[in-house]
Nanobody
């Protein structure tokens, strides 16, 4: 069992940056793929980025490529989402999720096994 805790959300202005963190407890992320999803009011949860823990390989949604960076700190058992040049359309609750498998392409949220509680990111124009 893996417990995920997100942090780092907040209210920022367009063009600002934020860094989200996803810390795991219960076991290490070794062997997992850890992803970020987001959900805006009235919309479906959408994929943002994923990192495969062992390989370090990453996949991004087209909407965030070049602005967001997903990374991992193996010593801290933590995954980060660095978000730069934020836009109002990035406003959403951001969720961390872990899948007990390698993920080589974009897969739906249902493919992930564990979820955090979410952290709100609000970008004002």
């Amino acid at each position: 069992q893996v417990q995920l805790v997100e942090s780092g959300g907040g209210l920022v202005q367009a063009g600002d940056s934020l860094r989200l963190s996803c810390a795991a407890s219960g076991r290490t992320f070794s062997g997992y793929a850890v992803g970020w999803f987001r959900q805006a009011p009235g919309k479906e949860r959408e994929f943002v980025a994923v990192i495969n823990w062992r390989a370090g390989s990453t996949i991004y949604a087209d909407s965030v490529k070049g602005r967001f960076t997903i990374s991992r700190d193996t010593a801290k058992n933590t995954v980060y989402l660095q978000m730069n040049n934020l836009k109002p359309e990035d406003t959403a609750v951001y969720y961390c999720a872990a899948a007990d498998r390698f993920i080589g392409y974009v897969v739906p949220a249902s493919a992930y096994d564990y979820w955090g509680q979410g952290t709100q990111v609000t970008v004002s124009s």
